[in-house]
């Protein structure tokens, strides 16, 4: 009788960690399939050397390390920095009023000011950035409307601005999400007791409201800044030859070039530093 009893935990363990491997499976297959073994591929070509014309030569270097240091790579890097941090800057002063505004609607509203938010993701990424196209050629709409007053046309088309302006309307929803679901959880009432205690609207906000949705403000920059570091279509389309980004130097790499060794090495450095932020921001939110 005892022993049946024994037994009995022991199936039910049993029954779930079968059930468990079977709901994680499907996850874990992709996760392997789709992102570590690629990785690891991406991690062994590094130390390969470049064929005479194109492909990979199974000899071991370390000279692909070496040319990320080279002052031209340095260069595009940087650029990518900067225009990453800009359009992260705009889209957290757009975003966080126009979460906080959203959450301050009734309920019905909200829905409405929210689908309104995500309606661009229904369309086609590509198709978006050739709307932009239109909208900031030469003959475009902006350029045609401004010439109604007597100004223009203005090169709005194949430069920094252009692509800025590309990335923070493809990823300005990623800013605005997370920083509404932060704001809506606040309690009402911490606002109220600074008001009850003298405090004006802007101190409020500033020693109440702003230090609680940090969390916040942190994961819309990450959702912002790290497709932004590695995008390559917006500045494929919007900026031309003029502007270089990380990820279209790893797509020179791997498709022109033909330097996978190379390409393979910038691919594990942008992986890197994305880490990198991801450890920063996780580690900011628990200060925070």
């Known amino acids: 009788m005892k022993s049946e009893v024994k037994a009995r935990p022991v ?79 705009i889209a957290l002063l757009i975003g966080y009023p126009t979460a906080y505004l959203i959450a301050q609607l009734p309920r019905k509203w909200k829905t409405m000011a929210l689908v309104a938010i995500v309606l661009p993701f229904w369309t086609n990424f590509i198709i978006r950035v050739y709307a932009w196209i239109i909208l900031l050629s030469g003959p475009g709409l902006i350029n045609s409307g401004l010439k109604v007053f007597g100004l223009g046309p203005f090169e709005l088309l194949y430069n920094e601005g252009a692509i800025v302006t590309g990335l923070l309307y493809s990823y ?62 917006i500045p494929e389309l919007l900026g031309g030859s003029k502007s270089l980004m990380v990820g279209n130097l790893i797509r020179n790499q791997f498709l022109a070039a033909r330097d996978w060794p190379f390409g393979s090495t910038l691919t594990l450095a942008l992986v890197a530093v994305l880490i990198v932020l991801l450890i920063a921001q996780a580690w900011a939110a628990r200060r925070a």
């Open 11 to 89: 199936s039910r363990s049993r029954g779930r960690r079968l059930g468990a491997f079977v709901f994680l499976s499907p996850g874990l297959t992709y996760l392997v399939v789709l992102m570590l073994v690629p990785l690891a591929l991406v991690l062994s070509y590094t130390v390969f050397q470049r064929g005479r014309f194109g492909g990979i030569v199974y000899e071991f270097t370390t000279s692909n390390f070496a040319r990320l240091f080279d002052p031209l790579y340095l260069g595009v890097v940087g650029n990518s920095l900067k225009i990453a941090a800009l359009t992260t800057l």
């Open 172 to 233: 300005l929803p990623l800013m605005v999400l997370p920083l509404y679901a932060t704001i809506e959880k606040l309690d009402p009432q911490l606002r109220e007791a600074s008001a009850n205690l003298g405090a004006a609207a802007l101190t409020t906000f500033r020693k109440v409201t702003l230090p609680l949705t940090v969390p916040g403000v942190l994961t819309g920059c990450l959702f912002v800044f790290v497709p932004s570091f590695g995008n390559f279509v």
